[in-house]
């Protein structure tokens, strides 16, 4: 069963502006968790809004990453898969909603602070935003949000 979950909400902006390069996207950063059970699964779900200035077509992916170490460096939860991000042009749609939840089964030990953060990669180089803030349109007085949370589920038996 469910363990624990830690939540987070953040309006830290990443642009990424370069093709085919992955970038640490900011707002998807987790809180620290200290694992309460022995060889725990992990589910990890973010929501992020972005602006798209693309102007091609454009593929776009996310990897989740963990860390032990507050990012001093980071492992893929699964170096051999990424999640497509559903992308637009600029002239259709200026903003878009990324909505990513994915599991990690973990082999960590009783009391292991870990953290995750969504990497992302596109294949075109005009930029796209995440969180951007003051967006045309946009309600007076809002900021734009990321929100997410990390539930620690028992491991499987």
Known sequence: GV?????????AITQVTVANSEVAVSASQ???LTTKGANSNFI???TLGAESDLTATTNGFFRLVYTTNNFSST?????D???VAGMTFDNVS???????VTS?????????????????TKSTAPSYQF???????????????????????????
């Open 30 to 32: 987790s809180p620290s």
């Open 3 to 11: 363990i624990q979950v830690v939540y987070w909400d953040s309006e």
């Open 104 to 120: 990690y089964s973990g082999n960590h030990a009783v009391g292991t602070n870990i953290r995750f953060r969504l990497n992302f």
């Open 75 to 79: 492992t893929y939860v699964n170096s």
């Open 44 to 46: 990890y779900c973010c």
């Open 81 to 83: 898969e990424c999640q």
């Open 131 to 157: 969180n951007q803030q003051n967006l045309s349109g946009q309600p007076s007085g809002t900021g734009n949000s990321a929100y997410g949370y990390v539930m620690e589920i028992g491991a499987w038996f």
């Open 94 to 100: 200026g903003t878009n909603d990324h909505c990513i």
